[in-house]
RNA sequence: GCCGACGUAGCUCAAUUGGCAGAGCAGCUGAUUUGUAAUCAGCAGGUUACCGGUUCGAGUCCGGUCGUCGGCUCCA
C-alpha cells in the first residue's frame, strides 16, 4: 500500500500528498490566500469538511466563498451558529431544521415565547460572541440508535423524527462547536470564527415540515458574509430593490391601486390602461400570427358545469358562488369549462385540429388573505388562457409551439426565466397511465428543446402534469407565469369529440396554456423589470412636451398634434412653471423624451431633445425626432 | 388561514412618561414668464383604519374587527 495519495485539481493538475492529507493542506499548498478563503472542499463531487482526510486517489475542489456551493456551506455554519446563540439564552428551545437559502439561512425553532425584534438584536450578541471564542466545528459519527437516545434525552422531539425517517442503517453524523451539538450532514466551516459579519433579519412563523397541520415553530431568517463591506452592500441592495417594488411604483406612476374596500382586487387606473392595452394588442397581433382564434367566455356560470369538469370537487374551496334566481352558479376560477362549451357548440373535423382558442378570460380566486400581494398575487386577474383541442399525434409540436411562442413573448421584453415540470397531486383525476403519457409527452418537448427544468413532484393541476414558466421580481422572488397543462381528462368529463379520417367518432386531447399567465401578474413583474422606465412603446406618455415660456405654448401645442396624429401618446406641460421644474417631475414620472421649446426651437423649427435615460440630446429638426420616436415604438426598443 | 410587525393629511414622516394632532411634498389662490432635476407667498387639508373598553383626559394603554407588510417550498 502505497504512503501517497494523489489529488486531481480543478484544472486537471496532479499532486501528490502523504496519507492522511486533508483538503486544508492541499489549499494551503496552493497558495496562502486560497487557504484563507478556502471554507470546505468538494472531493469527488461531495461536500466535505477542509480538516477530513483525503481518500488515496480524489478530485478535490477547495471552496470558497465565490462558489454557491461555499456560500451555502457558509450560511448553512452560521445557522448553528445561531441556534448556539439561542440554546444560550433559551435553554427551553427545540430546535428543528437550519438550512442554507438563497442569499442567507434560517433556523427554525419551538419556544414558548415568540421572538420580538428585540430579542433578535440580543441573540446576534450572542452569535458575536461565539464567533469570538473561534469554537471549532467537531464532526462525530454515531450510531442511529445512539443519536435517537441522545435526542430523545434531551427531549428534541424534532431531531427524533428526521432521525427516525432516515434510512435504517445510516450511519448518523453530529456537528459540535463549543457546548452546542446538532444533528447534521454537513459539511461546515473550520471554526465559527470564520463567520465575520452577520444579520438576523426576521422572525416568522413556520410550519413543521411545511405542513399546516402541524405546529407552527419560530422561523430566524439571517444571512452572513466574510467581510462587513459585503453585508453592507448586500442590505443596501435590498433597499434599493425596494425601490422597484411595483406596489410603490404603481402607486408614484398612478398605473393601479388596491384599496380596503376590494382586496386582492385590483384597480386600473388611466395610466396603467394604456400599459396594459398595449400589452394586450400586442397579445393578439402575436396570437393571430400564430394560429390562434380569440373567444371570450362569461364569468358566471351554473354550478352543474363546475361539478362535471371536476372543480366542485377538487378546487371549491378557492371558488366563490352566488345565486341567481333560485339556481346556484359559480364565478369561474378557471376558462377551461367555458372554452369547452364553445368547443361542443358543433361538431369537428379531425380537419380543423389543432384548433387553437384563446381567450383573455378574466377569473377569480379564492386566495388566502395572508398571500395577498400587490399585483402578483390577487383573487381576480385576467389570465391569458388559450385551449388547445389536438389529435394524439399532434401533441408534441403542439406543445413545443407554446414553449417557442412563451419564449418569443419573453425575448420582447428581456426576461430571463426558468421552467418546472409538475407532476401528479394527491387530489387528481384520471388514471395512473393517462398521467404518465401526459407528463411524458411534456418532458419530452422539453428535452427535444433542450431545455433545463426543475421537476415538482406533486404539484400538477388536479386534470393534469404541467410546464410552469417562473419570471423574477425585484427581490428575486420567482412567479409562475407562463403554463402549459396536458388534460386527457377534461375531454372526456365533457365527451368532446371530433370526426376522423375514418368516419369516426374520436376523443380530442386538449392544452391548456397561458404565456403571460396572468396580465396582472406580467404587468407587476413588468414594473419591477423595467423600474418603472417602460421602454417607449408600453410608456405610458411617450413625449412631453415642455414650453419654457407662454410664448412658446402655440407652436409646442402644434408639435403636439402632429405627434399624437401620428399615434404618439404626447402631453405638453403648459404650466407656468420653470423648465427645470417640469424636466423633473416629467424624470421623475419616466417619461422616454421630453422636447425643450423655447425661443431657438421656435426660430429654426427644431426640437431639443432630452432623453429620459441620455439626458441633453441637444437640438434636431422636428421630423428626424418624429422618426426616431416612431421607429422605436414600432420595433418596441428597449430604449 | 397561521405567526410576527405595522396602520396619523393624497404621499413621506413627526408628536417626551397618556396632557391643545404637526412638518415637507402634492393640492388650491396669487405673484413671477422662466433654457435642461424643485421660484416665492398665502390658503386649505384629519372621526389618528374601524368598533368597544380603561382613564379627569387615549394617536399613545387594553380587547375585538378590517387592511397592509414579511414569512409559512428549497428538506440534519
Not at 403 to 432: M, N, Q, V, W
Not at 535 to 547: D, G, M, N, R, T
Request: with cysteine; aromatic share 10%; charged share 30%.
Amino acid at each position: 500500500m502505497s504512503d501517497k495519495i494523489s489529488v486531481t485539481l480543478p484544472d486537471g493538475g496532479v499532486r501528490e500528498y502523504p496519507v492522511g492529507t486533508t483538503s486544508a493542506q492541499v489549499a494551503r499548498d496552493l497558495g496562502p490566500g486560497l487557504y484563507r478563503d478556502a471554507l470546505a472542499a468538494k472531493v469527488d463531487g461531495e461536500l466535505v469538511d477542509l480538516n477530513a482526510p483525503l481518500p488515496s486517489h480524489s478530485e478535490v475542489e477547495i471552496l470558497t466563498f465565490a462558489s454557491e456551493e461555499g456560500r451555502r456551506v457558509y450560511r448553512h455554519s452560521t445557522s448553528h451558529i445561531l441556534a448556539q446563540a439561542v440554546k444560550h439564552l433559551y435553554p427551553q428551545a427545540k430546535f428543528a431544521i437550519g438550512p442554507a437559502i438563497e442569499n442567507g439561512f434560517y433556523y427554525d425553532f419551538e419556544v414558548p415565547e415568540n421572538f420580538t425584534p428585540q430579542d433578535l438584536e440580543q441573540i446576534e450578541k450572542e452569535m458575536l460572541k461565539i464567533i469570538q471564542a473561534d469554537y471549532p466545528f467537531l464532526r462525530e459519527e454515531v450510531g442511529r440508535k445512539e443519536a435517537l437516545e441522545y435526542f430523545a434525552r434531551l427531549g428534541e422531539q424534532y431531531k427524533v423524527e428526521l432521525i427516525e425517517d432516515l434510512p435504517p442503517d445510516t450511519t448518523v453524523t453530529l456537528y459540535r462547536q463549543g457546548d452546542f451539538v446538532d444533528l447534521c450532514a454537513g459539511p461546515h466551516l473550520p471554526s465559527t470564527g470564520k463567520v465575520k459579519a452577520i444579520k438576523l433579519t426576521s422572525v416568522a412563523g413556520a410550519y413543521w415540515r411545511g405542513d399546516e397541520r402541524r405546529k407552527m415553530l419560530q422561523r430566524i431568517y439571517g444571512t452572513s458574509f466574510p467581510r462587513q463591506k459585503e453585508l453592507d452592500d448586500y442590505l443596501s441592495m435590498l433597499e434599493e430593490a425596494a425601490a422597484r417594488d411595483h406596489r410603490k411604483l404603481g402607486r408614484e406612476l398612478d398605473l393601479f391601486s388596491i384599496h380596503d374596500e376590494g382586496p386582492g382586487f385590483p384597480f386600473f387606473h388611466a395610466k396603467g390602461m394604456i400599459l396594459r392595452n398595449e400589452l394586450e394588442s400586442f397579445w393578439r397581433e402575436v396570437h393571430t400570427q400564430w394560429g390562434y382564434q380569440e373567444i371570450k367566455t362569461p364569468i358566471i356560470l351554473r354550478q352543474d358545469l363546475w361539478e362535471r369538469s371536476g372543480h366542485w370537487d377538487h378546487y371549491q374551496e378557492n371558488m366563490y358562488f352566488t345565486e341567481i334566481d333560485e339556481e346556484n352558479y359559480a364565478i369561474k376560477p378557471m376558462n377551461c369549462p367555458g372554452g369547452i362549451l364553445v368547443y361542443k357548440n358543433k361538431p369537428h373535423s379531425y380537419r380543423e385540429l389543432p384548433l387553437r382558442m384563446a381567450e383573455l378570460g378574466l377569473v377569480h380566486r379564492h386566495e388566502l388573505s395572508g398571500v395577498l400581494h400587490g399585483l402578483m398575487r390577487v383573487r381576480s386577474f385576467t389570465q391569458d388562457d388559450a385551449h388547445i383541442y389536438m389529435l394524439p399525434e399532434q401533441i408534441k409540436g403542439e406543445i413545443i409551439g407554446v414553449i417557442e411562442l412563451t419564449d418569443y413573448l419573453y425575448r420582447i421584453f428581456g426576461f430571463d426565466y426558468h421552467i418546472e415540470l409538475s407532476t401528479k397531486p394527491e387530489k387528481a383525476i384520471g388514471s395512473d397511465e393517462t398521467w404518465e403519457m401526459a407528463t411524458q409527452a411534456l418532458r419530452e418537448a422539453l428535452e427535444e428543446k433542450g431545455l433545463e427544468y426543475r421537476v415538482n413532484e406533486g404539484d400538477g393541476a388536479f386534470y393534469g402534469p404541467k410546464i410552469d414558466f417562473h419570471l423574477q421580481d425585484c427581490l428575486g422572488r420567482t412567479w409562475q407565469c407562463g403554463t402549459i397543462q396536458l388534460d386527457f381528462q377534461m375531454p372526456a368529463l365533457f365527451e368532446l369529440e371530433y370526426t376522423g379520417a375514418d368516419g369516426e367518432k374520436h376523443r380530442p386531447i386538449m392544452i391548456h396554456r397561458t404565456c403571460l399567465g396572468s396580465i396582472e401578474r406580467f404587468i407587476g413583474i413588468l414594473i419591477e423589470h423595467y423600474a418603472g422606465a417602460f421602454p417607449s412603446w408600453l410608456a405610458p406618455v411617450q413625449v412631453e412636451v415642455l414650453p419654457i415660456t407662454d410664448r412658446h405654448l402655440s407652436y409646442s401645442r402644434q408639435l403636439a398634434e402632429k405627434l399624437r396624429a401620428v399615434g404618439v401618446r404626447v402631453e405638453v406641460d403648459d404650466r407656468n412653471e420653470k423648465v427645470g421644474y417640469k424636466i423633473r417631475e416629467a424624470q421623475m414620472a419616466k417619461i422616454p423624451y421630453m422636447l425643450i421649446i423655447g425661443d431657438r426651437e421656435l426660430k429654426e423649427g427644431t426640437v431639443s431633445v432630452r432623453g429620459r435615460s441620455e439626458g441633453d440630446m441637444g437640438a434636431m429638426s422636428f421630423s428626424r425626432f418624429q422618426e426616431r420616436i416612431r421607429t422605436e415604438i414600432a420595433e418596441k426598443a428597449f430604449n
